[in-house]
């Protein structure tokens, strides 16, 4: 019993914890590709589990917090910003920029593959291990690796596409970029195939909400729609799940913030990295709360999002003060309560369901239904008047801003406003670029850099990172993204 534990402890070890020198790699002398390793169901689990242990990672969070965040309207500089950090707010990105490291990332991605590429052949080995059983674990694979592919598509569009575990020195390849729309096709073709065979329930609400289920490959695949402008597949897979009757909207009366973040995994949660104190707490002190933060929340935050109701019978919108960010000294509060904190991080919830149909309703003539999201989202926030709108329902354009200010206060800070942000102003071929120009630069960049800001956005190749410029050096097959040549 002593050697199995140990056997699998080393297989989730040697996953989270691979460090190499290039993207791409996973180190051999590691020994998880080795034969040994692939022999039992038990194995198999263990690989998977650590597929789910490298989305802990410090590193990849701090990414998918900053990706997400830095370069939209609602974060603002702390005292202990660095320099790379302030020019990507300040809009002044250079290839040398230690945030456009994507390592974290493609280790992801390797750890996903290598399940992808090995767990098969254990069928031979074990003969307990069956087929339905290989193809829910090959499932979850496939869905965190589209879910990594699909955040570096919206943060840096074309990137090398790698399918095939890196599992030994001879396999260390250079590879170039891949174009996004190929890219996003394949995480399309691979979360439809995860749906087939992912299951619905692992029995523990843990578990559901920390492990890929059906519901999360559909999630995923409705974010993915969206942003590929297929408005009524997007509409099919939130549908999927609002008529599952698995999920639902927190009350505020029940202890919302509790309930959803601090406790975690609600009926409202449909993907959360699951930080508890059994395992790990998440990184988010160190660079929100500590006493030098990084980053705080930006002046639109209090100013227009969450604009201080002053009517008579003032309402308090809870996403807001105390939940998202503390309203005296801006510190964003939403995953840092407590040090160590365990708040999970959010992929998906319900509410993000509801809002992108509305979004996609928008765009299909469905404005009312649109509306109508919106207004349950509204209630259960106790949000007030002031920062109510009334757009018709033919207003497309109108239902669209509301619905991206109304993501602003339901997703603040949780690692989605800058991709709001792009998705809304590259639709229909940039039909909105001021919306990059009207939100971010006004709001979020200084003043002394606004004029160049605004030169710099207008193109919009600018509107992805570059490739760091030690993946250009090491790999001559990449090709620098075209702003940055």
């Known amino acids: 019993m002593k050697a199995y534990i140990y056997k699998i402890l080393m297989i989730v070890v040697v996953l989270i914890s691979s460090s190499c020198g290039k993207y791409l790699t996973l180190e051999p002398q590691d020994g ?13 689990k263990a690989a998977v589990i650590g597929c789910y242990s490298s989305l802990l990672d410090a590193g990849l969070i701090y990414n998918l917090f900053t990706w997400g965040e830095i370069r939209g309207d609602m974060v603002a500089a702390g005292a202990g910003i660095n320099a790379d950090e302030q020019d990507i707010i300040n809009v002044n990105v250079l290839p040398t920029n230690s945030l456009t490291n994507w390592s974290a990332v493609y280790r992801v991605i390797n750890n996903c593959n290598t399940v992808i590429d090995f767990a098969p052949q254990v069928l031979t080995h074990d003969k307990t291990f ?3 059983s290989l193809d829910a674990y090959l499932a979850e694979a496939l869905a965190i690796r589209s879910l990594m592919y699909f955040y570096l598509v919206r943060s840096f569009r074309d990137v090398p596409l790698k ?3 890196t599992s030994s020195d001879a396999q260390l390849e250079n590879l170039p970029k891949s174009p996004a729309a190929a890219i996003l096709a394949q995480i399309v073709t691979d979360l439809k195939k995860a749906e087939l065979n992912a299951v619905s329930t692992y029995g523990t609400p843990a578990s559901n909400k920390g492990r890929v289920t059906k519901y999360t490959t559909q999630a995923i695949l409705a974010d993915v729609y969206l942003w590929m402008e297929q408005y009524d597949n997007c509409i099919l897979e939130c549908d999927k799940l609002i008529n599952s009757g698995q999920f639902t909207l927190v009350p505020h009366s029940s202890g919302w913030y509790t309930q959803l973040f601090y406790n975690g995994n609600s009926a409202e949660g449909i993907f959360e990295f699951q930080f508890d104190a059994s395992g790990t707490s998440n990184p988010f002190n160190a660079f929100l709360v500590a006493s030098k933060k990084k980053f705080i929340a930006g002046p639109a935050t209090s100013g227009e999002f969450f604009a201080p109701d002053e009517s008579p019978t003032p309402m308090v919108d809870i996403r807001g003060e105390d939940a998202a960010y503390n309203p005296t000294s801006f510190t964003i509060t939403k995953y840092s309560i407590d040090n160590p904190s365990y708040v999970h991080w959010f992929a998906y919830r319900y509410a993000d369901i509801l809002l992108m149909k509305a979004e996609a309703c928008a765009q299909v003539n469905r404005g009312q239904d649109a509306l109508d999201i919106v207004t349950r989202i509204r209630e259960r926030a106790t ?3 002031i920062t109510a709108e009334s757009p018709d329902a033919s207003d497309a354009a109108g239902i669209s801003d509301y619905i991206l200010n109304e993501r602003a206060r339901e997703f603040a ?17 940039y039909q909105r670029l001021n919306e990059i120009f009207n939100r971010v630069v006004e709001r979020a960049v200084p003043a002394a850099r606004q004029q160049s800001a605004l030169a710099i956005y207008r193109d919009v190749d600018s509107h992805y990172f570059p490739i760091n410029q030690n993946e250009i050096n090491t790999d001559p097959a990449l090709e620098q993204n075209n702003f940055y040549k």
């Open 413 to 429: 800070f949780e690692g989605k406003r800058w991709f709001d942000l792009l998705r809304n102003a590259k639709r229909n071929n």
């Open 32 to 44: 998880i590709i080795r034969q040994e390793y692939w022999k039992t169901k038990e194995d198999v």
């Open 383 to 385: 949000a007030p008047v």
């Open 130 to 132: 069956t087929q339905s």
């Open 163 to 165: 399918l095939k575990s």
